[in-house]
């Protein structure tokens, strides 16, 4: 079976958010199941050099947008410790002139353009290679196009002819929509795809929508978030298109990569641990103290937080209750960054309170000695397709403290349930918050629990094994 993933971001090589992870590892669990290959845009933070990426030769191909060509080329690797080829998509005019993945300020309709090219050139160079998938998996807006192509405007192309489309939902809050006039750019037919059956919604082209209705198969990252997105509260005006379609949707729970996240071996921790270590997870919680400058005191909890700093991560309950905060026998960690306003929330929090301290960026080492360091974990997210960053707390032993919402809601389980490894809160309120982490700062005066509960963390099983599984049964039922 041939799988051909696309997506905007793909780790190691460029890295934004959790789509990033899971397009960088799924395949990763599939390798020997499937032959894959997987697209991405040559973003210009694409370290080359790093990770060997070579341009192919002949690559260079024209590919005509509106009414004028433009110039790609295809670059090669390998996927870390995989044989799994990554192919980059080279454009200068659209991708290789940023250093981020996602700039900002872009003008709207030009995002729309970059990401029809990359749809169409992934599809005219998969052809080339003679990649005949039988299975194309494309993520969230960006390649939501794709489905769109191969049914409309190749539906009568005999490469294509047994191709199938997957297309999952990461954020069911970022679509993709823009004016009709968009669908001449990207050379699709209106008469075609522009009504309530395709990518039509509300008199604006939404990808989304396309790729949900021209697809075999819609995944959502989680089971919860698969019925959560059918109502009016998740559904963020998609619900209505979502529940004519619950016969091809399936929620499948991410995993993370265990081999990349594994406080045994990780070499950015100031001592290594497992299950039947944990107390040599001191150490790190030391360490990190130091670096914010905080006092380590063993009565004390540490509790974290590392996100992107975005409303749906739910940091508006920590404004709301930052005057209790300061004055908890706990101290905070927060790294992330994202919207101006709770960049500026945390550095105010930073400078002007005892016991809360931020580092406003991203910085992996650091991430993952504040994860080794830390007893708990908070996120307390509005909405939460999956979640990862709790997947990775639980597995270096530090206990998450969430919003029972979307994935946080199937991959925690509560205090006081049996084998509990986190707290959950259910209403979206600072107040809830506070209560679950006054629960947590309980728990942690109590060893033998707290020493339960983190072993049943470490314990609990987040790698792809099982998930893979799933898609890869998901897969065989199309082919
Ligand atoms: C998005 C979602 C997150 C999910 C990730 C990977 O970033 O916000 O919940 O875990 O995609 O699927």
């Known amino acids: 079976m041939k799988i051909l993933f696309a997506a905007a971001e793909v780790s190691p090589f460029s890295k934004a958010g959790g789509l990033s992870d899971v397009v960088g590892s799924l395949p990763k669990a599939l390798e020997k199941?499937?032959?894959?290959?997987?697209?991405?845009?040559?973003?210009?933070?694409?370290d080359r050099e790093k990770w060997g990426i070579k341009e192919l030769e002949n690559s260079d191909m024209w590919i005509t947008f509106g009414s004028s060509p433009q110039k790609f080329k295809l670059h090669m690797t390998k996927l870390p410790n995989t044989n799994i080829n990554v192919f980059f998509v080279q454009n200068d005019w659209y991708f290789s002139c940023f250093q981020e993945v996602y700039p900002r300020w872009l003008d709207p309709r030009y995002e729309h353009e970059r990401y029809i090219a990359f749809s169409l050139a992934t599809l005219e160079y998969a052809k080339q290679l003679n990649f005949r998938a039988d299975i194309i998996h494309s993520n969230d807006w960006h390649t939501a196009m794709i489905p769109l192509y191969i049914k409309a405007n190749y539906k009568f192309d005999?490469?294509?002819?047994?191709?199938?489309?997957?297309?999952?939902?990461?954020?069911?809050?970022?679509?993709?929509v823009w004016f009709e006039d968009i669908l001449d750019f990207a050379n699709m037919r209106k008469d075609i795809v522009f009504n309530e059956w395709g990518c039509e919604h509300y008199g604006r082209v939404n990808w989304m929508k396309g790729a949900?209705?021209?697809?075999?198969?819609?995944?959502?990252v989680s089971p919860n978030y698969a019925r959560e997105i059918l109502t009016g509260e998740y559904g963020e005006g998609m619900d209505y298109t979502l529940r004519g379609h619950t016969d091809k949707l399936v929620g499948i729970v991410n995993g993370i990569d265990y081999d990349v996240f594994n406080p045994k071996t990780d070499k950015t921790l100031v001592k290594n641990y497992d299950v039947k270590s944990i107390d040599k997870k001191e150490a790190n919680k030391k360490r990190i103290l130091e670096e914010f400058g905080l006092k380590y005191n063993p009565e004390r909890p540490l509790i974290a937080l590392i996100s992107r700093l975005v409303d749906q991560k739910g940091l508006d309950l920590i404004r709301q209750v930052e005057g209790d905060l300061q004055h908890l026998d706990a101290d905070f960690i927060f790294l992330g960054s994202g919207d101006k306003s709770y960049e500026n929330l945390f550095i105010w929090l930073s400078n002007n309170t005892p016991n809360i301290r931020a580092y406003v960026g991203y910085r992996g080492d650091l991430a993952n000695?504040?994860?080794?360091?830390?007893?708990?974990?908070?996120?307390?997210?509005?909405?939460?397709?999956?979640?990862?960053?709790?997947?990775?707390?639980?597995?270096?032993?530090?206990?998450?403290?969430?919003?029972?919402?979307?994935?946080?809601?199937?991959?925690v389980t509560g205090y006081p349930l049996d084998n509990s490894n986190g707290f959950k809160f259910w209403g979206y309120d600072g107040w809830a918050m506070k209560d679950a982490i006054l629960t947590a700062m309980n728990v942690y005066?109590?060893?033998?629990?707290?020493?339960?509960?983190?072993?049943?963390?470490?314990?609990?099983?987040?790698?792809w094994k099982e998930s893979a599984k799933k898609y890869l049964e998901m897969y065989k039922s199309l082919v």
């Open 369 to 411: 000695l504040i994860y080794a360091g830390s007893d708990f974990f908070l996120m307390p997210s509005k909405f939460e397709p999956c979640g990862l960053s709790q997947l990775i707390a639980m597995r270096f032993g530090s206990l998450p403290i969430v919003r029972a919402t979307g994935g946080l809601e199937d991959t």
């Open 158 to 176: 005999e490469f294509w002819s047994k191709t199938k489309n997957v297309f999952e939902i990461h954020n069911l809050a970022y679509q993709g």
């Open 33 to 46: 199941d499937a032959e894959i290959a997987i697209f991405t845009p040559l973003h210009g933070c694409i």
């Open 212 to 220: 949900i209705n021209y697809s075999d198969k819609v995944v959502a």
């Open 445 to 463: 005066r109590d060893k033998y629990t707290l020493n339960a509960m983190r072993k049943s963390a470490m314990e609990a099983d987040f790698s």
